[in-house]
Structures are given as structure tokens and as C-alpha cells.
């Protein structure tokens, strides 16, 4: 039996934006120049976002959100408007089968485990988020890990301010 | 769906070995970062992909947004290592 129409069509667009995140990394990790692989970075970091938020858009829609405008919008612009101060930006492409041996044997293991650890769960069908009981267990169960969160994101401040003088 | 649940954690588990591949077989500095980043990407997709087969909702949500909020973090850390190394070696191959 074929899914419906609505669920094919998410079907489609998560096994393009699959091919795409992955064509974006091997771009980066292939890239002569590291200028192209940051800015790479980027697509990955929306393809991922596409990814989240068409495996569950009532539930995961608002994270996808602040992945684009967070990690995208700051972490990767970031780093690739600072990969203009260096000079030699050209990178030798590596040669030799260990890498991909290693990356391929890292998958494989992976993959390997989660597969034993998903034949051990139950297969619950997700609800649409409530951004009030979000917002509660925020404020209230992870309020620590909050403050340390901000005062890393103050210090970042302040390091931008020391990396943006010259000694 | 299942499908979309199983399906990310196979791309994740592609991600994070081209993420790994990229971090062994290089030996500048800002390939290693980006790299990196690779394997942060994969790892949430895979928070994500794994929890919509479990239910839940709000453990994912808040555990990656803390996750990308230290990210920024680490990004700006390495970045100064990163140029305190150029700036003394004058280049961004490492031994």
C-alpha cells in the first residue's frame, strides 16, 4: 500500500534535504579552500534544520526555527566572515584510503549500535508541542544549565572584543 | 512517521562518519573545526530522529537548544586558539 499524498510528499523532501546534508559535508570536508567549506557549513546547517522539522512539524517546527537562526545565522556566519583574516586559505586534498576506512568503519559501528538499542524500544507517536509546558520546563527543571548558558554566551562577548583588537 | 525517524538517524550515522573521515585525514586547523561541526550537526539530527520514534517532545527541544547555544561558545574558544596559533606560527597546519 502507498502512504497518502501528504505523507510521500514529506517522504520526498526529507530524502532530497538527506542527499543534500550530505553532499554539503562531503563539500566540506573535500573543499580546497576553507572559505567555501565554512560557507558550505551553512547549507548543512539549514538542510538539518529542513531535516527536524519535516520529521515531526507540529512538534520539532519551533526548534528547526532557532537551529537557522542561532547555529546558522551566528555560529557559521561567524565563522566564515573570520576565515577572512588568514591569508593561505588553500588546503592539500587528501590522499589514501584510511580516512575514508575510518570514517567508514565509525558509521558502520554506529549504525551498528543504534540498531541493537532501537529493537529495545516502543514506537510512541509524537504530539504537537505546547510552547507553555516548553517554556515551564525551561524556566523551572533546567534553570542552572540556563544561567551557565548565558554567562558562556557573556563571555564569548567578551572574547569577540579581545579577538577584535589587534595585540 | 517511523520512516523519517529511521531514515535520520541512517543520515546522521553517513554524517558522522564523513565528519570523522574529515577530522583524521587532515591536518589544518580550521578543517578540523569544521569538521567538528559536521559531527554537532549529525549528533542533533540524531537526538531528533531517535526521539520521534520514542515520543518526546521537549527533552530534544531543550536539550539541542542548550547544545547549539554551547556550540557558539566553542566556535568563538577554538576561533581564538585558532588565531593565536596563526599569529604565532604563521600558518594553520598542525603537526
Same mark, same amino acid.
Given at each position: 500500500m502507498f502512504p497518502p499524498t501528504s505523507e510521500l510528499v514529506q517522504l !520526498?523532501?526529507?530524502?532530497?534535504?538527506?542527499?543534500?546534508?550530505?553532499?554539503?559535508?562531503? =563539500?566540506?570536508?573535500?573543499?580546497?579552500?576553507?572559505? =567555501?567549506?565554512?560557507?558550505?557549513?551553512?547549507f548543512l546547517g539549514v538542510s538539518i534544520a529542513a531535516l527536524i522539522a519535516l520529521e515531526a512539524p507540529l512538534a520539532y517546527g519551533i526548534y528547526s526555527v532557532f537551529h537557522i537562526l542561532?547555529?546558522?545565522?551566528?555560529?557559521?556566519?561567524?565563522?566564515?566572515?573570520?576565515l577572512v583574516m588568514f591569508k593561505d586559505l588553500e588546503v592539500k586534498i587528501p590522499k589514501g584510503s584510511t580516512g575514508i576506512l575510518a570514517g567508514g568503519a565509525v558509521s558502520v559501528l554506529f549504525l551498528i549500535?543504534? =540498531?541493537?538499542?532501537?529493537?529495545?524500544?516502543?514506537?510512541?507517536?509524537?504530539?504537537? !508541542?505546547?510552547?507553555?509546558?516548553?517554556?515551564?520546563?525551561i524556566l523551572e527543571t533546567y534553570w542552572f544549565p540556563l544561567i551557565i548558558l548565558i554567562?558562556? *554566551? *557573556?563571555?564569548?562577548l567578551i572574547e569577540a572584543i579581545s579577538l577584535a583588537r589587534r595585540d | 512517521m517511523e520512516v523519517l525517524g529511521i531514515l535520520g538517524i541512517i543520515i546522521s550515522g553517513i554524517l558522522i562518519g564523513i565528519g570523522f573521515?574529515?577530522?583524521?585525514s587532515t #591536518?589544518?586547523?580550521?578543517?578540523?573545526?569544521l569538521s567538528s561541526e559536521i559531527i554537532l550537526n549529525s549528533s542533533i539530527l540524531f537526538v531528533f530522529s531517535f #526521539? #520521534?520514534?520514542?515520543?518526546?517532545?521537549?527533552?530534544?527541544i531543550i536539550f539541542s537548544l542548550f547544545a547549539i547555544g554551547m556550540a557558539l561558545t566553542e566556535v568563538i574558544v577554538a576561533f581564538a586558539a585558532i588565531i593565536l596559533y596563526y599569529r604565532q606560527k604563521g600558518r594553520l597546519e598542525v603537526e
Open positions: !520526498i523532501l526529507f530524502t532530497f534535504f538527506g542527499i543534500m546534508a550530505i553532499a554539503f559535508a562531503i =563539500y566540506i570536508v573535500r573543499a580546497k579552500n576553507v572559505f =567555501y567549506g565554512a560557507v558550505s557549513l551553512a542561532l547555529y546558522v545565522g551566528a555560529t557559521v556566519t561567524f565563522l566564515a566572515v573570520s549500535t543504534v =540498531y541493537i538499542s532501537l529493537s529495545q524500544v516502543t514506537v510512541i507517536s509524537l504530539k504537537p !508541542i505546547n510552547l507553555t509546558i516548553l517554556a515551564d520546563n554567562i558562556a *554566551l *557573556l563571555t564569548t | 573521515y574529515g577530522l583524521s #591536518s589544518n586547523i580550521i578543517r578540523v573545526l #526521539s #520521534s520514534i520514542v515520543g518526546m517532545i521537549y527533552k530534544p
